[in-house]
């Protein structure tokens, strides 16, 4: 600022020393520069600055328009922030500029350099539309000049214009770089001071929601309150969390914040229906669309869904884990939006946090339920323990009767334990279960033969049925067909329904066997 007055004043008085510049016009401009830089130390307001550089620049240059263009560098484009004396459509207009655009803004920032168009009616046919919307406003002259920060980086534009021709000389631009300077210095430090609001405000908000999801056991409610809160910091009409089911076929939105008359989009949607949109989420990349009906990223078909759904843009940030698809985060408007990149940024940010809160939730319920569920097996073990425990001592005639059919029996009931702890939660296959109790006796498949569907059964069903074939397989090798050297055991079963129930037939035919002459004299553990 110091440098910048200090050659203000060299230049006023090189002005009043009787230069080839036109001497009122100048003194005139400086009195202006020096009025906006005296605001400049006053006036803590961005917006208000750039209103008090559009007059500057008007009176410095004698110009009947002017503007200041910002420069997005996630976009690649100019914004268009404060205008003065432009049509309105033209306004519309330039309130975009790309990079590439063939406009006189787009060719000074791509140049980095001024760009003059002294008349617009002999203008090049590449700038034909800026001679267009030059003529909409009543306009003939443009001058374009970049604004960099002292660093060097790009930061904007600011722009004069003329009803008339205009020739311009470099003595013309000497003040006018001064407050070129000075604007450059007031962007930079308007977004210096919006990062660190924003960075501020993410901050915050992202404690508030660490807060708000610490709390809660509730996988469905977790993604509710993070779409909730997510959907009002940025202000959107719907927000809501994506996932799929067990299979890949659907997708599923449990719930959905919703805002104002927009339709929930709360529900279950075919995979099937949406491939290219699949595609996209299972890349892992966020997909990022601003007019869902203008976009050639998907076809008409999966827009015509999204219009029914009332979706004109959406975010949807993809979680993708050990490598596949497994969750998503999306904000959602029902008219156009230009997404930014601070905005996609935090829903990235979000979608981590919302699974890893989802997943610790979802982790702690299924600890709960392996607690219950192992609590309620180790009172069932001890009570088949303990009837176990008695019954064979009815049965038993001496101590060591007792303990071997106690040992064998209590055996047959761990190694039910370990096949259900192979898969815990899938229950037990009624041929595996068989087998492992003939293996656990030496009984080859030469003398059995085993037949029947896959059939699972819970873990209380696989106990009781497990001692009935220890027993059959004791009998037998004592008493029965596999006594016998030509003796044989048939094992097969079928599954049937009963009062609308599932019920399982098992049969145990031995054939190769002496029957004995009499019944048993007693029914034994086994029988039971």
């Known amino acids: 600022m110091a440098d910048d007055t200090s050659r203000l004043g060299e230049l006023a008085g090189a002005v009043q020393a009787g230069s080839s510049l036109r001497i009122e016009r100048h003194l005139s401009a400086a009195q202006a520069l020096r009025r906006f830089s005296t605001q400049l ?32 560098s996630g976009r690649n484009s ?15 207009y330039w309130q975009w500029v790309e990079a590439d655009a063939g406009t006189v803004f787009g060719e000074a920032l791509r ?27 009543g306009l003939r ?7 960099r920060s002292r660093s060097g980086h790009v930061l904007g534009m ?5 009803r008339e021709p205009r020739q311009l000389q470099d003595e013309d631009f000497v003040l006018f770089d001064v407050l070129a300077r000075q604007a450059a210095d007031i962007i930079e430090r308007a977004q210096i001071e919006t990062a660190l609001r924003q960075s501020e405000a993410r901050t915050a908000f992202l404690l508030k929601l660490g807060d708000v999801l610490r709390p809660l056991s509730d996988a469905v409610e977790i993604q509710d309150r993070a779409a909730h809160l997510l959907g009002e910091y940025l202000d959107v009409e719907r927000c809501y969390y994506l996932e799929t089911d067990a299979r890949a076929e659907h997708f599923i939105v449990r719930r959905d914040h919703v805002r104002s008359a927009a339709p929930s989009v709360a529900g279950v949607y075919p995979i099937s229906d949406w491939p290219v949109i699949a595609r996209a989420l299972d890349s892992g990349e966020p997909m990022v669309i601003s007019n869902t009906a203008t976009t050639v990223e998907i076809p008409a078909s999966e827009r015509a869904g999204l219009a029914a759904l009332g979706i004109g843009a959406f975010v949807a940030v993809t979680l993708v884990k050990r490598g596949h698809f497994v969750a ?12 930014t990149p601070t905005e996609i940024d935090l829903i990235s940010e979000v979608a981590e946090r919302t699974w890893a809160a989802v997943e610790r939730a979802r982790a702690e319920q299924r600890q709960k339920l392996l607690m219950a569920e ?31 059919h106690l040992e064998g029996r209590i055996d047959s009931m761990a190694r039910t334990q370990v096949i259900l702890t192979r898969n815990p939660g899938a229950g037990v296959d009624v041929e595996d279960l068989v087998r492992e109790e003939l293996l656990s006796q030496a009984i080859g498949d030469s003398q059995v033969g085993i037949d029947g569907p896959e059939t699972r059964l819970s873990s209380k069903a696989a106990e009781v049925l ?16 596999l006594r016998e050297r030509n003796g044989r055991v048939a094992v097969a079963w079928t599954v049937g329904t009963q009062a609308g129930q599932p019920w399982l037939r098992f049969a145990w035919i031995e054939s190769g066997v002496r029957v004995a002459a009499a019944a048993p004299r007693r029914e034994g553990f086994g029988s039971e």
């Open 78 to 92: 100019l914004q268009l922030v404060k205008w003065k004396n432009l049509h309105p459509a033209s306004a519309e």
């Open 374 to 404: 192992l609590q309620h097996r180790v009172r069932n073990i001890l009570a088949t323990v303990r009837s176990i425990i008695q019954r064979t001592a009815q049965s038993s005639e001496t101590l060591d009767d007792l303990s071997m």
């Open 111 to 137: 140049g980095d350099a001024r760009i003059i168009v002294e008349d617009a009616e002999g203008t090049a046919a590449s700038l034909a539309q800026t001679a267009s919307e030059l003529q909409r406003s």
């Open 141 to 147: 002259a443009v001058q374009a000049t970049p604004l």
């Open 158 to 162: 600011i722009s004069t214009h003329w």
């Open 466 to 481: 497990n001692l009935a074939v220890h027993e059959l397989a004791t009998n037998s090798i004592k008493f029965g067909a």
């Open 41 to 72: 130390i006053s006036e803590p307001d961005p917006d208000a600055l750039y209103s008090f550089i559009i007059d500057t620049a008007m009176e410095i240059m004698e110009a009947e328009a002017a503007s200041i263009q910002v420069f997005d």
């Open 328 to 339: 998503a985060l999306a904000a959602a408007e029902m008219s156009p939006r230009e997404w």
